[in-house]
């Protein structure tokens, strides 16, 4: 089983940046893809972005040219840096990994406001 732990929310004005962080520990050779879902106050969990085993990367519509996901295999985390940040980014941001089921992280806050 895998075991993540997600770091790096915070209060951020808008236009401004944040970095998310989401150590994975465990069995982490059979993750095939990992990535990042949302969700904001009365609002259903949204897709963000996911990285595969072999690098390539999909964004939501929304992040699409703002947020870049990437992954440090040496260190078994992966990042989500956010640039551009807008109020309506606004959410708890969970990790996620694929193992043959989906194991997801405690969840971090971001919130965007001036």
């Known amino acids: 089983q895998v075991r993540l732990v997600e770091s790096g929310g915070g209060l951020v004005q808008p236009g401004g940046s944040l970095r998310l962080s989401c150590a994975a520990s465990?069995?982490?050779?059979?993750?095939?893809?990992m990535g990042w879902y949302r969700q904001a106050p009365g609002k259903q969990r949204e897709f963000v972005a996911f990285?595969?085993?072999?690098?390539?990367?999909t964004y939501a519509d929304s992040v699409k040219g703002r947020f870049t996901i990437s992954r440090d295999n040496a260190k078994n985390t992966v990042y989500l840096q956010m640039n551009s940040l807008k109020p309506e980014d606004t959410a708890v941001y969970y990790c996620?990994?694929?193992?043959?089921?989906?194991?997801w992280g405690q969840g971090t806050q971001v919130t965007v406001s001036s």
């Open positions: 996620y990994a694929e193992e043959g089921v989906t194991q």
């Open positions: 990285i595969t085993s072999a690098g390539r990367t």
């Open positions: 465990g069995s982490i050779f059979s993750i095939s893809r």
